[in-house]
C-alpha cells in the first residue's frame, strides 16, 4: 500500500506549507480565493518573535554545563573531581572541585548576564506597538502577535515590524522611500515600489477589500533576493498575475522615510525574517594561540600520566619488601589483603593522578577569556582609530582572535573602496574618439579637450552631434540615481546643486553620481523621474521627458546595465553602460578602435572606465523583449537564471557611442600603510574586479609595487600567444634563477605578479593528470611565493575566496588577513584566519561578516603593528607563565614522593592547593596580559619591523615552551632540595619536639610543605615581575598586594582554630617559621637561587644575540632621541631593515615610490604598457602627474 499520499497530507497539514514545498502561498488578510482558484488550504508558519536569546529560565543550568564540559580542560577536571569522590585519595575534592566551581560560576555568570540582555532586546522587540488593518479599521497590537497574511499600516519614520510586500502608499505613483542602516548600514534612500494594480487602495477599507494571494519562495538570508509574485482576483475576471521581486519587499530593521505611510502584508514573520536569518553566527576561527595551547596541554598531560604512572611502579618496588608493605605502625585491613593486586595498582595510580593533576591549570582558560574580553576594548577605545568624517571607531565583532593580528604573514585588500576612496570624480567622456572634459564650456559651446586622438572644431555636425546628443542622453537615463531634498536624508550632505540649492543626487553607486553630475556640468541635467517619466534638461535649456518601460539592472556577472525608454517621438531605445569586456563583443557598429584606445589610456592612468553603447527597437522587438522580460519576472524557479537568458537576447547588436573615465582617488595614508605592511614581513595582495591597468596603476601609486619591481604577467593575453603550461615555467624559471642568485654579491630582485580570473580559473582548475603539465597549483604558490606583491584583477568574489584558501592550506599554512568593504569582499573576510571590514560607501554587509571593523585602510596599520603585536606577546607570555608556575607548583610533589615511600602524602595544605591558582598566582598575570608595553607605541609604528620578532608564533615555538618547562624544573628542584637541606639536621627539645639545627623550626611535613610554598609563591611572582616592561601604580599594587595577600591569609588560617576544620594541622606553622631568622635568610636565598639562571640568559642574549626589539629597547633605555638613526629605528632608505627567513629576504629592496597618491587627487599618470614595452625594471623618474583640475 502506498503511504505517500497520506504522508504528504499529514505534512501538509501538521508541519506547515514550508516544510515541503519550495514556495509558499500567502492569503492577503486571511481571505479565502474564489472557488473556481485553487483550493484554500490553511498553513502554519512562525509568530513574529523574534528570540536571538539562547538559554531559558529552565533550560540555561543544564544547556550551560553541557556547553562548558565539551572542553576538554573542563571535563578533565570534573573526571578528577568525580575520581576524589569516589575512592580514598591523598586531597580533599574540594582542592579539584572549587577551582572547577570557581571556573563553571564565573563563565556561566558571564553567559547568562550576556543572554539576560538579549531577552530583555527581544522584550522591548516583541512588544513594539504596530498598526493592523482589519475588517476596514485599524487596529494597535503587538508586534509578536502579527501573523503571515496580516494587512499593516506603517507610518513616517516608524520600522517594519516584519518583512512585508508594499501594497500602496501615501504617495501618488506608489512608491516609498526606505533607510536599511540598521541592515547593511546603507544611510541611502532606496525607492520600493507597488505593483500597479494594488497601488490605488488608499484607505483601510479598500485595502480591506483587496482579494489577492501571494505566492513566494520560502524565507532565505539575502537580504538582496526575493522572488515571488501576486494573483488579484476580481470579480468575473481571470485572476492577474504580476511579478514581485527585491524591489518590493520591506525587511524587518528597515525604517520608512519621506513617506506618510504605507499599506502592507506580512509573508515572513519572527524567524522567518531576513533580519533574524542573518543573526546565524559566522563558522568559529581558532587563532594559533589557542593550538599552541592544546598542543602543550596534550604534553602535560603525558608528563601527567607518566609521573602517575612512575610513582605507581616505583610504590609496588618500595613495598616489594614486607617491612617496607605492612610496617608496624600501618597494618592494612582484611579488606585491602583480600583486594586483587591489579585493583589496587589501579586505585593507586588514579591517587596520583589526583594528587599530581594540578600541572594542568585549568584556570588558565578563564584567564585567557577573560584577557581576549577585556583586551579587546582597548581597539575600541583607541582615539587614533576613530574617524571624524563618518563619527565612528574601530570595532570588535569576536575576541577570539586578538593575538592573531600579531601573526599576520599574508594580506588580501580589496581595491575600491579599500585603498581608494570610492569617492568618484567625473574626469572626461570620449564619443567616437572625441574627448570632452567639464568645465571646458565657452559661450554654451562644449569645447573638445587637447588629446593624441584627432580632434575637430566646437561646432559638430550631424552625425558627431546625433551620436554626441545620445551619448548623453544615456548617461543621462541609463542609471538608478534618485534625487533627493536635503531635509529629506537626515542631514546627509553631498552631491551637486541643481539649479536649486536644496536638491541633489544621491545612489547607492559612487559611479553612476558622479556620471550624472558630469552630465551635469557638460550641459545635460538629468531633472526627476515622475510617473514613470524620466525627465532631463538639455543644453538648450529644454526639458525632454522619457518613459521608463524596464530597467535591466547590473550585476557582476553581465557587467552592465541598461534601460529601455520611449521617446516624446515614440521611438523605442535601449541604453547600455557596462565594462569595455562586455559591452565591446557585443557592439556592431560604431568607431570601436578609437574608443578602445582612450579606455586603454585612462586605464594605464588609473581611472575607472565605463563604456556606453545603445540599441534602436522596433515596435516588434520592443514586444519581444517585454514578452521575454515579463515570462522571466514571474517564474517562481529559476528567475535568475531566466532573467540572464532574457537579458543576454536582447542586450546585443549594439553602436557603440563613447566611454567615460572617473578617478577613484586613492585613501589617505594608503601607500604609507601598505609600505609598513610590507617592511614589517607581510605579503600584500590585491584582489579586484577592475581591468588590469586600472589597477596596476593604483599599485604604483600606493607603493605596492615599486620602481625596482620586475613585473610577471599571469593574464589571459599571454596564454593566448603562449600555453599556460609554457608561461608557468617561463615565470618559475625566472623566479627560481633569481633566488639561487640571491645567496651570492647580486643585488635582490623584487618582484610582482599580476593575475587575472580568467588564468586563475584555469590554474585552480583540477587536472586529470597527477604530474607534469597537471601541477599548476604548485607551480603557481611558488611563483607567488617568491614575489612581494600580488596583483589580481578581473577577479569574481568566489575567486578572491579560492586565493585566501589556496594561501592557507599551502604547505607553510600562513596567517592569512582578508580586508574590504563591500558585499564582494565577504566570501574572503569570512575565509581568511582574520576578517577586517571597512566601514565605507558600499554599506557596512564586510563590516558585519567581519571580525573587525575599521572606518579606513590607514587604521590597519596600527592594529596590526601596535595592537597585534601588544596582543601576542601578552598571551604568549600568559600561557608559557601558566605552565611555567604550574610545573614549579607540582615537581615538588612529585620529588617528595621519593622521600615519604610512595605514600601519596600531599606535601601542599588543602589551602594552598585551592587558592594556588584561584587568588595567590591569578591577578598579576591577568594584570600583565592587559597593560604590558615592552616597547613604545610610537616605536612600533616608526620602525615596521620589529613585527618579525613575534611573526610565525615566535614566542610559543617548542623550544621557547621546552625552556620555560625547564626553567620550572629547576626552580622546583631548588625549591625543594633547598628546604631539605635546611631542615638536614634535627634534634629533640626538651619538651618532646622535634626540631632542625640549622634553622631552629619545629620539624614536620607540613612546616616543609610550607617553606617550598612561601618560596614558590615569591619566586613565580617575581619572575613576572622582572619580565614586566611597563611599570603603572596598578602594576605594582596587584603584585606586591598578591604577595601581602599570601602573607596575611598564612598569618589568618594558621592563627586561628577554625571550628569547621576536622584537622587542625597548619595551626601556629607559618608564624612558626617566620619566628627562624635562618628560615628569612633560606626564603630569599633560595628565590635568589631561583631567579638567576633567568637573569643570566636574558643578560647574555640581549648582550650577544639580540632581537631587533631589544635593540629598540636598548635605544630606549639610552635616552636616544626618537627621531635618530639606529640600527633599529632608522629610517630605512633602500633595504628592509631586520631578520628574517628566505621568504622575508625576498622583500629586499623596498625603495621608496615617487609621487605617493592621496586624498589631494594626485593621479598615477604614467604609461604601463610603454615601462613594460621597453624596460620592466624602469619606473619614469618624474613625478606623478595632477589630475586636471577644474579649470583645466
Same mark, same amino acid.
Given at each position: 500500500?502506498?503511504?505517500?499520499?497520506?504522508?504528504?497530507?499529514?505534512?501538509?497539514?501538521?508541519?506547515?506549507?514550508?516544510?515541503?514545498?519550495?514556495?509558499?502561498?500567502?492569503?492577503?488578510?486571511?481571505?479565502?480565493?474564489?472557488?473556481?482558484?485553487?483550493?484554500?488550504?490553511?498553513?502554519?508558519?512562525?509568530?513574529?518573535?523574534?528570540?536571538?536569546?539562547?538559554?531559558?529560565?529552565?533550560?540555561?543550568?543544564?544547556?550551560?554545563?553541557?556547553?562548558?564540559?565539551?572542553?576538554?580542560?573542563?571535563?578533565?577536571?570534573?573526571?578528577?573531581?568525580?575520581?576524589?569522590?569516589?575512592?580514598?585519595?591523598?586531597?580533599?575534592?574540594?582542592?579539584?572541585?572549587?577551582?572547577?566551581?570557581?571556573?563553571?560560576?564565573?563563565?556561566?555568570?558571564?553567559?547568562?548576564?550576556?543572554?539576560?540582555?538579549?531577552?530583555?532586546?527581544?522584550?522591548?522587540?516583541?512588544?513594539?506597538?504596530?498598526?493592523?488593518?482589519?475588517?476596514?479599521?485599524?487596529?494597535?497590537?503587538?508586534?509578536?502577535?502579527?501573523?503571515?497574511?496580516?494587512?499593516?499600516?506603517?507610518?513616517?519614520?516608524?520600522?517594519?515590524?516584519?518583512?512585508?510586500?508594499?501594497?500602496?502608499?501615501?504617495?501618488?505613483?506608489?512608491?516609498?522611500?526606505?533607510?536599511?542602516?540598521?541592515?547593511?548600514?546603507?544611510?541611502?534612500?532606496?525607492?520600493?515600489?507597488?505593483?500597479?494594480?494594488?497601488?490605488?487602495?488608499?484607505?483601510?477599507?479598500?485595502?480591506?477589500?483587496?482579494?489577492?494571494?501571494?505566492?513566494?519562495?520560502?524565507?532565505?538570508?539575502?537580504?538582496?533576493?526575493?522572488?515571488?509574485?501576486?494573483?488579484?482576483?476580481?470579480?468575473?475576471?481571470?485572476?492577474?498575475?504580476?511579478?514581485?521581486?527585491?524591489?518590493?519587499?520591506?525587511?524587518?530593521?528597515?525604517?520608512?522615510?519621506?513617506?506618510?505611510?504605507?499599506?502592507?502584508?506580512?509573508?515572513?514573520?519572527?524567524?522567518?525574517?531576513?533580519?533574524?536569518?542573518?543573526?546565524?553566527?559566522?563558522?568559529?576561527?581558532?587563532?594559533?594561540?589557542?593550538?599552541?595551547?592544546?598542543?602543550?596541554?596534550?604534553?602535560?598531560?603525558?608528563?601527567?600520566?607518566?609521573?602517575?604512572?612512575?610513582?605507581?611502579?616505583?610504590?609496588?618496588?618500595?613495598?616489594?619488601?614486607?617491612?617496607?608493605?605492612?610496617?608496624?605502625?600501618?597494618?592494612?585491613?582484611?579488606?585491602?589483603?583480600?583486594?586483587?593486586?591489579?585493583?589496587?595498582?589501579?586505585?593507586?595510580?588514579?591517587?596520583?593522578?589526583?594528587?599530581?593533576?594540578?600541572?594542568?591549570?585549568?584556570?588558565?582558560?578563564?584567564?585567557?577569556?577573560?584577557?581576549?574580553?577585556?583586551?579587546?576594548?582597548?581597539?575600541?577605545?583607541?582615539?587614533?582609530?576613530?574617524?571624524?568624517?563618518?563619527?565612528?571607531?574601530?570595532?570588535?565583532?569576536?575576541?577570539?582572535?586578538?593575538?592573531?593580528?600579531?601573526?599576520?604573514?599574508?594580506?588580501?585588500?580589496?581595491?575600491?573602496?579599500?585603498?581608494?576612496?570610492?569617492?568618484?570624480?567625473?574626469?572626461?567622456?570620449?564619443?567616437?574618439?572625441?574627448?570632452?572634459?567639464?568645465?571646458?564650456?565657452?559661450?554654451?559651446?562644449?569645447?573638445?579637450?587637447?588629446?593624441?586622438?584627432?580632434?575637430?572644431?566646437?561646432?559638430?555636425?550631424?552625425?558627431?552631434?546625433?551620436?554626441?546628443?545620445?551619448?548623453?542622453?544615456?548617461?543621462?537615463?541609463?542609471?538608478?540615481?534618485?534625487?533627493?531634498?536635503?531635509?529629506?536624508?537626515?542631514?546627509?550632505?553631498?552631491?551637486?546643486?541643481?539649479?536649486?540649492?536644496?536638491?541633489?543626487?544621491?545612489?547607492?553607486?559612487?559611479?553612476?553620481?558622479?556620471?550624472?553630475?558630469?552630465?551635469?556640468?557638460?550641459?545635460?541635467?538629468?531633472?526627476?523621474?515622475?510617473?514613470?517619466?524620466?525627465?532631463?534638461?538639455?543644453?538648450?535649456?529644454?526639458?525632454?521627458?522619457?518613459?521608463?518601460?524596464?530597467?535591466?539592472?547590473?550585476?557582476?556577472?553581465?557587467?552592465?546595465?541598461?534601460?529601455?525608454?520611449?521617446?516624446?517621438?515614440?521611438?523605442?531605445?535601449?541604453?547600455?553602460?557596462?565594462?569595455?569586456?562586455?559591452?565591446?563583443?557585443?557592439?556592431?557598429?560604431?568607431?570601436?578602435?578609437?574608443?578602445?584606445?582612450?579606455?586603454?589610456?585612462?586605464?594605464?592612468?588609473?581611472?575607472?572606465?565605463?563604456?556606453?553603447?545603445?540599441?534602436?527597437?522596433?515596435?516588434?522587438?520592443?514586444?519581444?523583449?517585454?514578452?521575454?522580460?515579463?515570462?522571466?519576472?514571474?517564474?517562481?524557479?529559476?528567475?535568475?537564471?531566466?532573467?540572464?537568458?532574457?537579458?543576454?537576447?536582447?542586450?546585443?547588436?549594439?553602436?557603440?557611442?563613447?566611454?567615460?573615465?572617473?578617478?577613484?582617488?586613492?585613501?589617505?595614508?594608503?601607500?604609507?600603510?601598505?609600505?609598513?605592511?610590507?617592511?614589517?614581513?607581510?605579503?600584500?595582495?590585491?584582489?579586484?574586479?577592475?581591468?588590469?591597468?586600472?589597477?596596476?596603476?593604483?599599485?604604483?601609486?600606493?607603493?605596492?609595487?615599486?620602481?625596482?619591481?620586475?613585473?610577471?604577467?599571469?593574464?589571459?593575453?599571454?596564454?593566448?600567444?603562449?600555453?599556460?603550461?609554457?608561461?608557468?615555467?617561463?615565470?618559475?624559471?625566472?623566479?627560481?634563477?633569481?633566488?639561487?642568485?640571491?645567496?651570492?654579491?647580486?643585488?635582490?630582485?623584487?618582484?610582482?605578479?599580476?593575475?587575472?580570473?580568467?588564468?586563475?580559473?584555469?590554474?585552480?582548475?583540477?587536472?586529470?593528470?597527477?604530474?607534469?603539465?597537471?601541477?599548476?597549483?604548485?607551480?603557481?604558490?611558488?611563483?607567488?611565493?617568491?614575489?612581494?606583491?600580488?596583483?589580481?584583477?578581473?577577479?569574481?568574489?568566489?575567486?578572491?575566496?579560492?586565493?585566501?584558501?589556496?594561501?592557507?592550506?599551502?604547505?607553510?599554512?600562513?596567517?592569512?588577513?582578508?580586508?574590504?568593504?563591500?558585499?564582494?569582499?565577504?566570501?574572503?573576510?569570512?575565509?581568511?584566519?582574520?576578517?577586517?571590514?571597512?566601514?565605507?560607501?558600499?554599506?557596512?554587509?564586510?563590516?558585519?561578516?567581519?571580525?573587525?571593523?575599521?572606518?579606513?585602510?590607514?587604521?590597519?596599520?596600527?592594529?596590526?603593528?601596535?595592537?597585534?603585536?601588544?596582543?601576542?606577546?601578552?598571551?604568549?607570555?600568559?600561557?608559557?607563565?601558566?605552565?611555567?608556575?604550574?610545573?614549579?607548583?607540582?615537581?615538588?610533589?612529585?620529588?617528595?614522593?621519593?622521600?615519604?615511600?610512595?605514600?601519596?602524602?600531599?606535601?601542599?595544605?588543602?589551602?594552598?592547593?585551592?587558592?594556588?591558582?584561584?587568588?595567590?598566582?591569578?591577578?598579576?598575570?591577568?594584570?600583565?596580559?592587559?597593560?604590558?608595553?615592552?616597547?613604545?607605541?610610537?616605536? !612600533?609604528?616608526?620602525?615596521?619591523? &620589529?613585527?618579525? $620578532? =613575534?611573526? @610565525?608564533?615566535? +614566542?610559543? /615555538?617548542?623550544?621557547?615552551?621546552?625552556?620555560?618547562?625547564?626553567?620550572?624544573?629547576?626552580?622546583?628542584?631548588?625549591?625543594?632540595?633547598?628546604?631539605?637541606?635546611?631542615?638536614?639536621?634535627?634534634?629533640?627539645?626538651?619538651?618532646?619536639?622535634?626540631?632542625?639545627?640549622?634553622?631552629?623550626?619545629?620539624?614536620?611535613?607540613?612546616?616543609?610543605?610550607?617553606?617550598?610554598?612561601?618560596?614558590?609563591?615569591?619566586?613565580?611572582?617575581?619572575?613576572?615581575?622582572?619580565?614586566?616592561?611597563?611599570?603603572?601604580?596598578?602594576?605594582?599594587?596587584?603584585?606586591?598586594?598578591?604577595?601581602?595577600?599570601?602573607?596575611?591569609?598564612?598569618?589568618?588560617?594558621?592563627?586561628?582554630?577554625?571550628?569547621?576544620?576536622?584537622?587542625?594541622?597548619?595551626?601556629?606553622?607559618?608564624?612558626?617559621?617566620?619566628?627562624?631568622?635562618?628560615?628569612?635568610?633560606?626564603?630569599? !636565598?633560595?628565590?635568589?637561587?631561583? &631567579?638567576?639562571? $633567568? =637573569?643570566? @640568559?636574558?643578560? +647574555?642574549? /640581549?648582550?650577544?644575540?639580540?632581537?631587533?626589539?631589544?635593540?629598540?629597547?636598548?635605544?630606549?633605555?639610552?635616552?636616544?632621541?626618537?627621531?635618530?638613526?639606529?640600527?633599529?629605528?632608522?629610517?630605512?632608505?633602500?633595504?628592509?631593515?631586520?631578520?628574517?627567513?628566505?621568504?622575508?629576504?625576498?622583500?629586499?629592496?623596498?625603495?621608496?615610490?615617487?609621487?605617493?597618491?592621496?586624498?589631494?587627487?594626485?593621479?598615477?599618470?604614467?604609461?604601463?604598457?610603454?615601462?613594460?614595452?621597453?624596460?620592466?625594471?624602469?619606473?619614469?623618474?618624474?613625478?606623478?602627474?595632477?589630475?586636471?583640475?577644474?579649470?583645466?
Amino acid at each position: 500500500m502506498d503511504f505517500s499520499v497520506l504522508r504528504n497530507l499529514i505534512s501538509r497539514y501538521c508541519a506547515g506549507e514550508e516544510y515541503w514545498v519550495d514556495s509558499r502561498t500567502v492569503y492577503i488578510g486571511h481571505k479565502e480565493p474564489p472557488p473556481a482558484a485553487e483550493a484554500y488550504i490553511p498553513q502554519r508558519y512562525p509568530d513574529n518573535r523574534i528570540v536571538s536569546s539562547k538559554y531559558t529560565l529552565w533550560n540555561f543550568i543544564p544547556k550551560n554545563l553541557f556547553e562548558q564540559f565539551r572542553r576538554i580542560a573542563n571535563f578533565y577536571f570534573l573526571l578528577i573531581f568525580l575520581v576524589q569522590l569516589i575512592i580514598d585519595t591523598p586531597t580533599s575534592p574540594v582542592t579539584s572541585g572549587l577551582p572547577l566551581f570557581f571556573v563553571i560560576t564565573v563563565t556561566a555568570i558571564k553567559q547568562g548576564y550576556e543572554d539576560w540582555l538579549r531577552h530583555k532586546a527581544d522584550c522591548s522587540i516583541n512588544e513594539c506597538p504596530v498598526d493592523m488593518v482589519q475588517q476596514g479599521t485599524v487596529v494597535r497590537t503587538q508586534s509578536s502577535k502579527l501573523r503571515v497574511g496580516d494587512v499593516v499600516m506603517v507610518r513616517e519614520d516608524e520600522t517594519f515590524p516584519c518583512d512585508l510586500i508594499l501594497l500602496s502608499s501615501s504617495r501618488g505613483d506608489g512608491t516609498c522611500y526606505v533607510t536599511t542602516t540598521s541592515l547593511d548600514g546603507e544611510s541611502s534612500h532606496k525607492t520600493y515600489y507597488a505593483v500597479p494594480d494594488t497601488m490605488a487602495f488608499k484607505t483601510e477599507q479598500e485595502v480591506d477589500s483587496l482579494h489577492a494571494t501571494i505566492e513566494c519562495e520560502q524565507p532565505q538570508p539575502d537580504l538582496y533576493k526575493f522572488v515571488g509574485r501576486i494573483n488579484i482576483y476580481k470579480e468575473r475576471e481571470d485572476p492577474i498575475a504580476r511579478p514581485l521581486g527585491a524591489e518590493n519587499l520591506l525587511l524587518r530593521g528597515a525604517t520608512l522615510k519621506n513617506t506618510g505611510h504605507i499599506y502592507a502584508v506580512a509573508i515572513y514573520t519572527g524567524m522567518d525574517t531576513k533580519m533574524a536569518l542573518n543573526y546565524q553566527s559566522k563558522s568559529q576561527k581558532r587563532s594559533a594561540v589557542e593550538k599552541s595551547m592544546n598542543a602543550f596541554l596534550i604534553v602535560y598531560l603525558c608528563i601527567l600520566i607518566s609521573k602517575a604512572v612512575i610513582n605507581t611502579v616505583l610504590k609496588y618496588a618500595w613495598q616489594w619488601s614486607a617491612d617496607h608493605d605492612e610496617p608496624w605502625y600501618n597494618h592494612r585491613t582484611e579488606i585491602d589483603r583480600e583486594r586483587h593486586v591489579v585493583i589496587r595498582a589501579f586505585t593507586d595510580f588514579l591517587a596520583f593522578m589526583v594528587l599530581f593533576n594540578y600541572i594542568i591549570p585549568v584556570s588558565m582558560y578563564v584567564t585567557v577569556e577573560m584577557q581576549k574580553f577585556l583586551g579587546s576594548y582597548f581597539i575600541v577605545w583607541d582615539k587614533d582609530m576613530y574617524d571624524e568624517e563618518l563619527g565612528v571607531g574601530a570595532q570588535v565583532n569576536t575576541s577570539d582572535l586578538n593575538e592573531e593580528l600579531g601573526q599576520v604573514e599574508y594580506v588580501f585588500t580589496d581595491k575600491t573602496g579599500t585603498l581608494t576612496e570610492n569617492n568618484m570624480e567625473f574626469i572626461e567622456c570620449c564619443v567616437d574618439g572625441h574627448v570632452y572634459i567639464p568645465h571646458a564650456i565657452c559661450n554654451g559651446q562644449i569645447l573638445s579637450a587637447a588629446s593624441s586622438i584627432d580632434m575637430i572644431d566646437s561646432s559638430p555636425g550631424g552625425y558627431r552631434r546625433e551620436h554626441e546628443d545620445l551619448f548623453f542622453r544615456a548617461l543621462c537615463l541609463c542609471h538608478t540615481v534618485q534625487v533627493k531634498e536635503e531635509e529629506t536624508v537626515d542631514s546627509i550632505k553631498r552631491g551637486i546643486h541643481l539649479g536649486k540649492p536644496t536638491s541633489f543626487y544621491i545612489s547607492s553607486s559612487p559611479d553612476e553620481v558622479a556620471l550624472v553630475e558630469g552630465m551635469k556640468r557638460l550641459g545635460y541635467t538629468y531633472l526627476r523621474l515622475k510617473d514613470s517619466h524620466m525627465e532631463i534638461l538639455n543644453k538648450d535649456d529644454e526639458i525632454e521627458r522619457f518613459e521608463l518601460l524596464h530597467v535591466l539592472n547590473f550585476d557582476s556577472v553581465r557587467r552592465r546595465m541598461s534601460v529601455i525608454v520611449k521617446s516624446s517621438s515614440g521611438e523605442y531605445l535601449l541604453f547600455c553602460k557596462g565594462a569595455d569586456t562586455s559591452i565591446f563583443p557585443r557592439v556592431v557598429s560604431g568607431k570601436v578602435e578609437q574608443v578602445r584606445a582612450r579606455v586603454e589610456q585612462n586605464a594605464v592612468e588609473g581611472l575607472r572606465t565605463l563604456c556606453v553603447a545603445y540599441r534602436s527597437l522596433s515596435p516588434a522587438e520592443y514586444e519581444e523583449a517585454c514578452h521575454q522580460l515579463s515570462d522571466a519576472k514571474l517564474a517562481l524557479k529559476d528567475r535568475e537564471q531566466r532573467l540572464a537568458q532574457a537579458y543576454d537576447l536582447i542586450e546585443r547588436d549594439f553602436t557603440l557611442l563613447g566611454a567615460t573615465a572617473v578617478e577613484d582617488r586613492l585613501q589617505e595614508k594608503a601607500a604609507d600603510t601598505i609600505e609598513s605592511l610590507q617592511k614589517a614581513g607581510m605579503k600584500v595582495w590585491v584582489l579586484t574586479g577592475d581591468k588590469m591597468e586600472t589597477a596596476a596603476a593604483t599599485c604604483y601609486a600606493s607603493k605596492l609595487f615599486r620602481r625596482s619591481t620586475q613585473i610577471l604577467e599571469l593574464t589571459k593575453k599571454r596564454t593566448e600567444e603562449q600555453s599556460l603550461h609554457d608561461v608557468l615555467f617561463d615565470l618559475s624559471r625566472t623566479v627560481l634563477r633569481q633566488r639561487s642568485l640571491s645567496g651570492l654579491s647580486v643585488e635582490c630582485q623584487d618582484y610582482g605578479l599580476i593575475i587575472d580570473g580568467a588564468t586563475l580559473s584555469a590554474v585552480l582548475k583540477p587536472s586529470p593528470e597527477s604530474s607534469g603539465s597537471g601541477n599548476y597549483r604548485e607551480i603557481f604558490l611558488e611563483i607567488s611565493r617568491n614575489c612581494s606583491a600580488v596583483l589580481c584583477c578581473r577577479m569574481a568574489p568566489l575567486q578572491k575566496a579560492q586565493i585566501v584558501k589556496l594561501i592557507k592550506a599551502s604547505k607553510e599554512h600562513p596567517i592569512t588577513l582578508a580586508i574590504g568593504d563591500g558585499a564582494n569582499d565577504v566570501s574572503m573576510i569570512l575565509e581568511a584566519h582574520v576578517g577586517i571590514g571597512i566601514m565605507g560607501k558600499e554599506g557596512r554587509q564586510a563590516a558585519r561578516n567581519s571580525d573587525y571593523a575599521i572606518p579606513k585602510f590607514k587604521h590597519l596599520k596600527k592594529m596590526l603593528l601596535v595592537h597585534g603585536h601588544f596582543y601576542y606577546i601578552r598571551i604568549a607570555e600568559l600561557v608559557q607563565y601558566f605552565f611555567y608556575k604550574n610545573v614549579c607548583f607540582i615537581f615538588p610533589q612529585f620529588l617528595y614522593q621519593f622521600f615519604c615511600g610512595f605514600s601519596q602524602q600531599p606535601l601542599y595544605d588543602t589551602a594552598y592547593l585551592t587558592l594556588y591558582n584561584i587568588s595567590f598566582t591569578s591577578l598579576p598575570i591577568l594584570l600583565y596580559s592587559l597593560i604590558e608595553k615592552h616597547i613604545s607605541i610610537e616605536m !612600533l609604528k616608526r620602525d615596521p619591523t &620589529l613585527y618579525r $620578532d =613575534v611573526a @610565525k608564533n615566535a +614566542l610559543l /615555538r617548542w623550544p621557547v615552551f621546552l625552556y620555560w618547562t625547564c626553567l620550572g624544573l629547576f626552580n622546583a628542584c631548588i625549591f625543594f632540595f633547598g628546604a631539605y637541606f635546611l631542615f638536614d639536621n634535627t634534634t629533640f627539645t626538651s619538651n618532646g619536639q622535634l626540631m632542625t639545627t640549622n634553622t631552629q623550626m619545629m620539624f614536620g611535613n607540613w612546616t616543609f610543605g610550607t617553606l617550598v610554598f612561601t618560596v614558590l609563591v615569591f619566586t613565580v611572582t617575581l619572575k613576572l615581575a622582572l619580565d614586566t616592561h611597563h611599570w603603572t601604580w596598578i602594576n605594582h599594587f596587584v603584585v606586591w598586594g598578591s604577595l601581602l595577600f599570601y602573607v596575611i591569609f598564612s598569618l589568618l588560617w594558621g592563627g586561628i582554630i577554625w571550628p569547621f576544620l576536622n584537622y587542625q594541622r597548619m595551626y601556629y606553622v607559618f608564624m612558626q617559621m617566620l619566628s627562624s631568622g635562618p628560615a628569612w635568610l633560606g626564603i630569599i !636565598l633560595l628565590i635568589t637561587i631561583s &631567579l638567576l639562571p $633567568d =637573569v643570566v @640568559k636574558k643578560v +647574555l642574549c /640581549r648582550t650577544l644575540w639580540p632581537t631587533a626589539t631589544e635593540r629598540a629597547q636598548r635605544v630606549r633605555a639610552d635616552g636616544v632621541h626618537e627621531g635618530s638613526v639606529s640600527p633599529a629605528t632608522g629610517p630605512d632608505p633602500s633595504p628592509v631593515a631586520g631578520g628574517g627567513g628566505s621568504e622575508s629576504d625576498m622583500l629586499c629592496p623596498a625603495r621608496t615610490c615617487e609621487g605617493e597618491r592621496g586624498g589631494e587627487g594626485v593621479r598615477a599618470a604614467r604609461t604601463y604598457d610603454s615601462m613594460m614595452s621597453h624596460n620592466p625594471n624602469h619606473l619614469l623618474s618624474q613625478p606623478l602627474d595632477h589630475a586636471p583640475s577644474d579649470g583645466h
